[in-house]
């Protein structure tokens, strides 16, 4: 996916992220946060624009998404400090997240209902304490009314997938645009949870899609400015 939009001409910057049990919660969140501002504060090296960046991210990287578009002046999530640019916060213009965990404990409970031992043990190695999982759980913060201005979401779900369920992002998006912002969700039939991991037609849409949002985005920043 990140070949496919630098293709189209996009300044694309994967970053990578702490894990857990070495690191859980909110770690790999405040690495996010940070990579938005340190990407921000190089932009211009990189013949980028600052005011341009967004997010795309898989899985938990789509978790990750959310949760700095959600909050992204957050205290906590914003404790890695940038001496060089201390001003600069981790709004972003768009969020692309592919078959996200937007609701951890619901994700969990199924984890339990499938009695998928190794990810139930992942759950628990990454949230310490435990009720972390209420906080850093991008539904729960939507229905608390705990996030600033949303900017416009794309979401791909896979319909066949049993990781993270349908109907857990048909909620959140309905929630995401209770607050007045733009969401998408867009189905992929007959695929499952990592389905863009192979090349295929369903990939190829995938990746057209985010192209296409990503443009569209930029092309109303143009305008508005």
Not at 140 to 164: C, F, M, S, T, W
Request: charged share 25%; hydrophobic share 40%.
């Amino acid at each position: 996916m990140d070949r496919a939009v630098a293709a189209s001409g996009v300044l694309v910057v994967a970053i990578d992220m702490t894990l857990a049990p070495e690191a859980p919660y909110p770690a790999s969140v405040q690495d996010a946060n940070y990579g938005v501002r340190w990407l921000k504060h190089k932009a211009r090296e990189w013949n980028g624009d600052a005011s341009t960046v967004g997010i795309l991210g898989s899985s938990t990287g789509g978790h990750m998404g959310e949760l700095i578009a959600m909050k992204p002046r957050d205290p906590k999530y914003a404790a890695i400090p940038l001496p060089e640019a201390p001003k600069l916060d981790a709004t972003v213009l768009y969020v692309v997240s592919r078959s996200p965990i937007s609701d951890p404990v619901a994700r969990f409970q199924q984890a339990e209902k499938m009695k998928r031992g190794e990810m139930i043990k992942n759950n628990q190695n990454y949230w310490k304490p435990w009720e972390t999982i209420k906080e850093g759980n991008p539904q729960y913060i939507l229905d608390r009314k705990e996030h600033g201005k949303l900017p416009p979401l794309l979401i791909l779900q896979g319909a066949l997938d049993d990781n993270v369920l349908p109907a857990i992002q048909e909620k959140f998006v309905a929630a995401w645009r209770a607050t007045g912002a733009d969401a998408k969700l867009e189905m992929f039939e007959g695929c499952e949870h990592e389905w863009v991991a192979k090349p295929g037609p369903q990939t190829e849409r995938a990746q057209e899609m985010v192209k296409q949002f990503i443009a569209k985005n930029l092309t109303a920043l143009r305008r508005a400015a």
